[in-house]
């Protein structure tokens, strides 16, 4: 399924006061838009990015605030509303987007788990955004007298990525050209008669628009400087007939490791002590091997993908230390290619990296070589 996301990054920010518009502003080091950027081009499910900036903010400048990226990102200058903004890029979707989705570049600190939470329930309904309820009474207010309590239980506070079908959205959008006006798409999705789903969302998800909100969210990502550990186990069959794959690297051995991937135990245990420093699950949670995508698929690209995950989490790696538990061949000769493979995927120097072969002295599976095992441990450090 092919998958867009929409980054609106076209307002002014007038509220908060400040010469750049808010969504250019630094929170820990990055602006809020390169992290909602990050956020998007780190989920394995999305295919393309195009952001919506202010006409008066040319392309140059605009990339140079989103920062590097995997994908490839295209800039569309914004309109005068919101609405007219999505609209110019929703006019550069490509043809076979199945799903698209939009975020506000205010919400910096958007997850993993919304992201795919809003992808699921769109393809599923057509139409989904995330939200959370409200806590507090809600009270209707005319001219500074209640003239109303509102049940809070029906109440829920919406957040993005907002996700459609491509069909709801076109639909939305042209009654959104067609002369009506509402403050997102799910509104212009409700005026052309479709159904809007409601998806857990998640109370970081924060929108930034006032002083207040950027200080605490400078406060957050200054809180996720602080250091994480995480740990990776996995471990694989032998069997005839198939390459064994170590760190990206083929060593020369009559049998290999049976998966549904290339079954790279190296690799598979450092991405799962990645994913668990930085509490994003694990790695049959991203990449499960019910997904025809993994099939076959190089451990070096789920590590790379993984890495992503991670520095948009706000992540980066310090080092990593793995074992590798083998009784034949000796992998002694392949260590320092692997180092630097595993390196080269997690965008650190091979001096980060430390593998280590050991055998099993001839206990259970992996002593008697019908299988293979690898342990990691990853050290992380926030980016303040």
């Known amino acids: 399924m092919r998958v867009t996301a929409i980054i609106a990054a076209a307002g002014s920010g007038t509220r908060l006061g400040g010469a750049l518009p808010k969504q250019l502003l630094d929170v820990g080091g990055r602006s809020m838009l390169a992290r909602s950027v990050a956020a998007f081009d780190a989920h ?22 989103i920062g590097r990226t995997r994908r490839r990102v295209e800039v569309v200058a914004g309109g005068a509303r919101r609405q007219d903004s999505v609209a110019n890029a929703f006019d550069r979707v490509p043809a076979s987007t199945e799903v698209v989705l939009i975020h506000d570049a205010a919400r910096p600190f958007v997850s993993a788990d919304t992201i795919s939470r809003t992808i699921d329930a769109a393809a599923a309904h057509g139409a989904a955004i995330p939200a959370i309820e409200a806590r507090d009474t809600v009270k ?16 829920v506070l919406a957040q993005t990525p907002q996700g459609f079908r491509r069909d709801v959205l076109e639909r939305a959008i042209a009654v959104g050209r067609s002369g009506a006006e509402a403050t997102d798409e799910a509104g ?81 245990a450092v991405t799962d002590a990645l ?46 230390d793995v074992t590798v538990i083998l009784e034949s061949p000796k992998i002694k000769d392949y260590i320092e290619p692997m180092r630097v493979g595993i390196a080269g995927a997690l965008g650190i120097e091979p001096a980060r990296v430390s593998i280590k072969g050991k055998t099993n002295e001839g206990v259970d599976a992996v002593g008697r070589g019908e299988a ?13």
């Open 44 to 65: 394995p499910r999305i295919s393309d990015l195009i952001v919506v900036v202010p006409p008066t903010l040319a392309a140059e400048a605009a990339a140079a605030h």
């Open 140 to 155: 209707r207010v005319d001219e500074g007298v209640i003239v109303e309590t509102i049940p809070r239980e029906t109440i």
């Open 188 to 268: 212009l999705a409700e005026r052309a008669g479709d159904r809007v789903h409601v998806v857990r969302g998640e109370s970081a998800n924060v929108k930034i628009t006032t002083e207040e909100d950027l200080d605490a969210a400078r406060r957050h990502a200054g809180a996720a400087a602080a250091t994480r550990v995480g740990t990776g186990y996995d471990l694989h069959r032998l069997v005839d007939g198939r390459r064994l794959v170590l760190a990206g690297v083929v060593v020369p051995s009559r049998r290999g490791a049976q998966g549904h991937s290339d079954a790279d135990v190296v690799c598979h």
């Open 275 to 320: 994913l668990g420093a930085a509490t994003l699950g694990d790695i049959g949670r991203h990449f499960p091997d019910t997904d025809p995508r993994w099939k076959d698929a190089s451990s070096i690209a789920l590590l790379r993908d993984a890495a992503a995950m991670i520095g948009a989490e706000g992540f980066a790696v310090v080092n990593v």
């Open 372 to 384: 293979i095992a690898a342990h990691a441990v990853a050290l992380l450090r926030g980016r303040s």
